[in-house]
């Protein structure tokens, strides 16, 4: 498969690393490609981890989404709008667009607040915004390691998806599994409307980061038989 990876951060780095590793053809998504190379002043810029990429290419959010058939939106939740409309509306026509953003507001420090919440998503902002494309949310609730190396926490523990499109939830599911998620952990939520709920965790979420003092842990929904 060809993926487009929007986000240079720490989430878009880890999930094209892992598509990488899978073999799959992985461009990386920035909005200025000049710029972001050139930032070399730390261990943990995007040219350091670049270099040791070399199959990992980078190009801007339209030219990254051009030739992919599934992109991911791994953009900060309060610019995804905008990095997305960047890319622009025909690169992502038709095509599956996971979504593992949350929109997160840190401008007041920490607790960050959630801006929409309540009676939207960003999830569903994206697909409004892009009714083209087969928007499927997931991945959100948990730290990055995780997505992709679920066995990080032992034990069982889920990942929530949720979209319009079955066949795009689908193919969402097929990409959790190749990342080592058993199916019983899968949780369709429902529509793109569910995205309110996975995103309204993230309060939850940060709070216990708080408390258990690092990311690798996940929650686990028990039921009775
Ligand atoms: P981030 O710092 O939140 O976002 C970095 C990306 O956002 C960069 O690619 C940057 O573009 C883009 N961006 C920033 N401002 C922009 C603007 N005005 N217009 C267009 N694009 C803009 O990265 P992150 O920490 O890796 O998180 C990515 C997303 O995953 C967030 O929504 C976060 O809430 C979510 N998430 C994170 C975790 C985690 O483990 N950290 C877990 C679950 C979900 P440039 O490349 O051009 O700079």
Redesign the pocket.
Known sequence: MNYAV???????RTLAAKLATQGHKVTIG???VER?LAQTDSEESFAAWSAAQPDIALATFADAAATADTVVN????T??L??LR?AGAENLHGKLLID???P?DFSRGMPPTLDPVGTDSLGEQIQRAFPEARVVKT??T???SVMVEPGLVPGPHNVFLCGNDAEAKERTAELLLSFGWPQDALIDLGDITAARATEQALPLWVQLWGVVGH?NFNFRIQQAD
């Open positions: 929007f986000g240079t951060g720490v989430v878009g920035t909005r200025d972001t791994a953009t900060a939740g610019s995804s905008a990095a960047a593992v953003s949350n997160l991945l959100n948990m730290n990055c990311g």
